[in-house]
């Protein structure tokens, strides 16, 4: 019994080495871990059908209890059997692709073994074809359930061997020589197939950890990489942040040489080939004419298949995606390789992948653009209600002082000029400076003390340093003019006061408009700004407005407040940071002069 079982030790190294040597290929590794459809189940029969006609030629034969061990064994007397390793691939079969599988594996080692002859071929034969229908059974029941591991088609085996010892017994003849076999035989081959099927079981194990820990080291490097290209893709296809693009995925994958273009023209190009694959310049290649007509991934092995009309081009192999905005391909992503070898599977699925996020990526920049559009148009159409209130007021006083005081008049004219210009600037512009705002109060001032020359007086305390700072138009004169018209009743108990003030708080400007008027009840006060009200003087439009345009424009950098008691007066805070940076904005330093 021992040297029977030293004998099927070197027998399962012999498939141990098979397996080995098979776990290299990348064929037999996608199989292994990819799901399996027809082409790969029967693959997967060929390859474990294989390993029982190589288990049944490399067997042990036994004679009335004699050990004979031949190198090859290719027939067998009717007196004799064999003892192998046989059960073990056909069980394996059936472990990784289900009954089919199984029933495949058993069928070409079954009948194989029959082929050989002895008094136990039909037995063995038959046993082998029910080992393997019953453990692809099995197999697809742990599958579902998430249970296969190694340890239990080590138990999987060993049992399909006692079943194989109980069915030499049940049907070879003649029993009392069957029933000395398996007195021989049972122990070495149940230890030895499941000592083997452990073995065979970690090395298929390693395998599918090993592509799972490249398919995570892939995701993580896609992910890092679209994570640095993000606020460049955001920006568009255009030649600047195409070359910055390009310099990070160059720098993240093995690749030779980036390229990205557009519809029409090369974007960028970095790595080899640099020197005649120029930015601005018509696509080159025909392989990316082909990708930009069939919308679908392309690769080329040789200079022949990319078709660069640069006869002395380094670049050999090429991988070409598309770059898909809304279904559409707007453009392609290059990877290039002076050596086709290093255009492997690895470096194809990271193509892949990259190819997929920055397609996204370019679908969301051109969402953002549709949508900061859109924003930019509702902040203009709320620009455009401030201020339609006191035209016509101002008029009929500008026209009796004409009458009375015509150089009173000439000034109020020009003053309604400022007033509107700033109105037509403002229609224009996001943000203008604090000083440009300032004269929009102060020629609005001018025309309303002149036509309630003692109803108010207004106080300015701005510190000098944040009169370049940007802030929204249409902020300060709205809540000025909100003052004069509501705050002070129509009978004066009191002069009327408005300040305006304006200081640095940290990093944020903070602007204050006050009054000493009547306040705001408190039934309105938690609702204005957020929301327009209806009431008899007024509908809170204009807090509103400004509530909406600085979150619109600032986000949570700034802040907008009202405070007020009754008979105390109202104050409304707002503070803004005091830099910042509206992307696409056209206002520049030194654009608006004093």
Request: proline content about 4%; overall charge neutral; glycine content about 8%.
């Amino acid at each position: 019994m021992i040297d029977l079982l030293i004998l099927m030790i070197e027998r399962v190294g012999i498939l141990l080495i098979v397996v080995f040597l098979l776990s290299r290929l990348r064929s037999f590794r996608q199989i292994i871990n990819n799901e399996h459809g027809l082409k790969e189940k029967l693959l997967l029969i060929a390859v474990f059908g294989m390993f029982g006609i190589i288990s049944n030629y490399t067997g042990i034969e036994i004679h009335s209890g004699v050990i004979t061990s031949v190198g090859w064994q290719t027939e067998v007397d009717y007196d004799n059997a064999i003892a192998n390793t046989r059960v073990l691939g056909v069980a394996l079969g059936g472990m990784l692709g289900g009954p089919l599988v199984g029933l495949g594996c058993g069928l070409i080692a079954g009948v194989h073994r029959m082929t050989l002859g002895g008094y136990t071929a039909y037995a063995c034969g038959f046993s082998t074809i029910l080992a393997g229908l019953v453990t692809g059974m099995i197999g697809m029941h742990l599958r579902k359930k998430e249970k296969a591991t190694p340890w239990r088609a080590v138990a999987i085996g060993l049992i399909m061997e006692c079943f194989q010892m109980v069915i030499i017994l049940a049907a070879a003849r003649p029993f009392e020589a069957a029933l000395e076999l398996v007195k021989l035989i049972s122990i070495p081959m149940i230890m030895i197939n499941g000592f083997g099927m452990l073995l065979i079981m970690l090395i298929i194990q390693s395998i599918l950890q090993e592509e799972e820990r490249t398919r995570a080291l892939q995701t993580h490097k896609a992910l890092y990489i679209a994570d640095q290209t993000l606020p460049f893709f955001r920006q568009g296809l255009n030649v600047r942040s195409c070359r910055e693009v390009a310099e990070i995925i160059l720098k993240g994958t093995n690749a030779d040489a980036i390229s990205i273009t557009n519809e029409d023209q090369v974007l960028a190009h970095v790595g080899a080939g640099a020197d005649h694959h120029i930015p601005l310049q018509s696509i080159s290649t025909q392989l990316t004419k082909h990708v930009m007509e069939q919308g679908r991934i392309l690769m080329a092995s040789s200079r022949d298949e990319i078709q660069c009309d640069q006869r002395n081009c380094p670049l050999q192999a090429a991988i070409v995606l598309p770059l898909k905005v809304h279904g559409r391909t707007a453009g392609t992503l290059k990877l290039y390789f002076t050596d086709p070898s290093r255009m492997n599977r690895v470096e194809q699925e990271l193509a892949e992948g990259l190819g997929k996020l920055f397609s996204t990526q370019l679908e969301l920049a051109d969402a953002e653009l549709q949508s900061k559009l859109l924003k930019d148009a509702e902040i203009k159409a709320l620009q455009a209600q401030v201020h339609p209130h006191f035209l016509f007021n101002a008029i009929n006083t500008i026209s009796v002082l004409c009458r009375t005081d015509p150089e009173k008049a000439r000034e109020l004219l020009l003053r309604l000029s400022v007033f509107f210009r700033s109105n037509l600037q403002g229609a224009r512009q996001m943000l203008i400076p604090l000083h440009k705002e300032l004269e929009h109060v102060e020629a609005y001032l001018s025309l309303e003390q002149a036509r309630f020359p003692d109803k108010f007086t207004v106080k300015l305390d701005i510190d000098p340093s944040l009169e370049q700072v940007l802030i929204p138009p249409f902020t300060l004169q709205p809540l000025v003019e909100n003052a004069i018209r509501h705050a002070f009743p129509k009978r004066a108990y009191k002069h009327g006061q408005v300040s305006i003030r304006a200081y640095r708080e940290n990093d944020r400007m903070v602007l204050i408009t006050e009054d000493n008027g009547k306040g705001i009840p408190v039934d309105l006060l938690g609702i204005l700004g957020k929301q327009t009200v209806s009431s008899a003087e007024g509908t809170g439009t204009a807090l509103h407005n400004i509530h909406m345009r600085i979150g619109e424009i600032y986000g949570g950098e700034a802040d907008f407040r009202i405070e007020s008691e009754r008979d105390e007066g109202t104050k409304v805070i707002i503070m803004v940071p005091v830099h910042h940076n509206m992307e696409g904005e056209p206002y520049f330093e030194g654009v608006y002069s004093r």
